[in-house]
């Protein structure tokens, strides 16, 4: 089946078969691979992708349900030598991330969070990602993390 | 893990969503936000010949007054309820409940619809749908009908709703005064090990539970004792009776009947029973 999609501002057009998982069409496919799978059941939010702006664990979407949606994945949050998204920036101030596997998945769940919540408290936080787990259990500086990026100037992108 | 394969089409209406159904046969399912049919396809406990994409159906996500009920579409995302203005006047019970399904990003997806039709005794907002006397409103090739709550929930997994039908719409009664849902988990993003929702329509409170049996369920000796009189801490005490809960990984049968004592008993007290 043809689906066409934007992701990370660039359009795509594929045919893919119907059960083709939006992570592995992403990944094979479109050849982003920033986007990792940890558990394949839709726990670990590993492959946290925004859909139109909104957080979406991307193994348990269909590409077919993608078509004509805007995708961004964690290559587009900046541009490839421009400076970083504040998130990665904060992430990489708080060091927030230890193997960063779960990494690309964190990035995209709090930005999905901040642009729901500007300025969350640092329960707000740690419920926000509760999406998202993280085997090295950095969950402390990632919440640091999140909490400057939020308060950063400028704000929240 | 992959799907096994299957058909796919895309309905642009309720009307086609309809007629593509019972083109496809039984073995066809609809696909709403797919984050309970998905993850059983990957695992292939699940595999439908086809599935009808109803999740587009921009004409079935609202949330309305209409009069003594709020009618909330069948594909209203539990992202969605959890913000509505609307719920938060008229039933806000129902935002809080949306607000504790998963994660953000499964809700994100899910839709309430998805929740209710998959008849999972485990799922939280079909248990404040039963709370709330919701009518369950389902089409098919025959036209529409309405089935209560009470109902609707046939066993595990199963529910009033045909293989070529369609859930469209759910209809709850506002709440007034306090309401209060407990859900017992082990782990943030878990399901309830066992839950419990109270909310007053009118007259004595009603209290659901989930995952105390093969179907969500009214607790009938706790409101009965609560009619007779009886105290939150008394009627609490008959939060088990007719129930039939199952023992798993997360839970003994008998630690689930202690529980639902337990959260009824806070549940009254919380919503100021
Ligand atoms: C990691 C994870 C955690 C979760 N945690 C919870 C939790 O804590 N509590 C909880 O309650 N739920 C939880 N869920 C389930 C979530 O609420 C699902 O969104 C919901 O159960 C199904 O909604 P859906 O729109 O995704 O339905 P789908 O998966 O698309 O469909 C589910 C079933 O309903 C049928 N269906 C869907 N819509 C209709 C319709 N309009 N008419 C007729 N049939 C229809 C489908 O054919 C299918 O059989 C969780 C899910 C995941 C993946
Ligand atoms: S890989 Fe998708 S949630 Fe873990
Ligand atoms: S940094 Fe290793 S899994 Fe999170």
């Known amino acids: ?157 | 893990m992959i799907p096994a394969a299957f058909e796919y089409a895309r309905a642009g209406s309720v009307d086609e969503a309809i007629s593509l159904l019972s083109e496809h046969g039984e073995d066809a399912k609809v696909l709403a936000g797919g984050h309970s049919l998905l993850p059983l396809m990957k695992l292939r406990l699940a595999t439908p010949s086809a599935l009808i994409d109803v999740g587009r159906l921009q004409e079935l996500s609202y949330v309305r007054d209409a009069g003594d009920r709020i009618a909330i579409g069948a594909l209203t995302r539990h992202r969605d309820l959890q913000v509505s203005d609307e719920l938060a006047r008229s039933a806000p019970i129902v935002s809080h409940v949306a607000g504790l399904v998963g994660d953000p990003q499964v809700r994100h997806r899910g839709t309430i619809g998805g929740s209710v039709a998959h008849g999972d005794p485990a799922s939280d907002l079909p248990a404040v749908v039963l709370a709330l006397d919701g009518e369950l409103v389902i089409r098919g090739p025959a036209g529409e009908r309405v089935v209560p709550a009470s109902e609707f929930f046939h066993g595990f997994l199963e529910t009033a709703i045909g293989p070529d039908e369609l859930l469209v719409e759910i209809r709850l009664r506002k709440t007034q005064g306090g309401w209060s849902y407990q859900k017992f988990n082990r782990r943030a993003q878990d399901w309830a090990t066992v839950g419990v929702a109270v909310a007053r329509t009118d007259g004595t409170p009603a209290v659901a539970l989930v995952n105390m049996g093969a179907t969500p369920l009214r607790a009938a000796a706790v409101e009965s004792a609560l009619a007779a009189g009886a105290s939150p801490a008394e009627a609490a005490e008959s939060a088990a009776e007719g129930a039939d809960p199952s023992s798993d990984i997360q839970a003994s049968a008998e630690f689930r009947r202690h529980l639902a004592r337990v959260l009824v008993r806070r549940g009254l007290e919380e919503a100021g029973v």
Do not use: W
């Not at chain 1, 992430?91 to 991330?97: T, Y």
């Open chain 1, 1 to 157: 089946m043809k689906v066409s999609m934007t992701i990370n501002g660039r359009s795509v057009d594929a045919d893919v078969e119907p059960r083709t998982l939006l992570v592995h069409f992403i990944r094979n496919d479109v050849g982003l691979t920033g986007t990792n799978v940890g558990c394949d059941t839709t726990n670990c939010g590993a492959c946290t992708i925004l859909m139109d702006g909104e957080s979406v664990k991307s193994c348990t979407v269909l590409a077919v349900q993608a078509d004509g949606a805007s995708i961004t994945t964690i290559e587009g949050l900046a541009e490839p030598d421009g400076p970083m998204h504040p998130m990665q920036e904060a992430f990489r101030e708080n060091h927030a991330l230890q193997c960063g596997y779960c990494t690309p998945g964190m990035v995209m769940a709090a930005v999905s969070l901040l642009q729901e919540n500007p300025s969350p408290t640092e329960a707000e936080v740690r419920e926000g990602l509760e999406g998202n787990l993280c085997r090295c259990t950095g969950y402390h500086n990632i919440v640091k993390a999140v909490l400057a990026a939020a308060s950063a100037p400028g704000g929240p992108k």
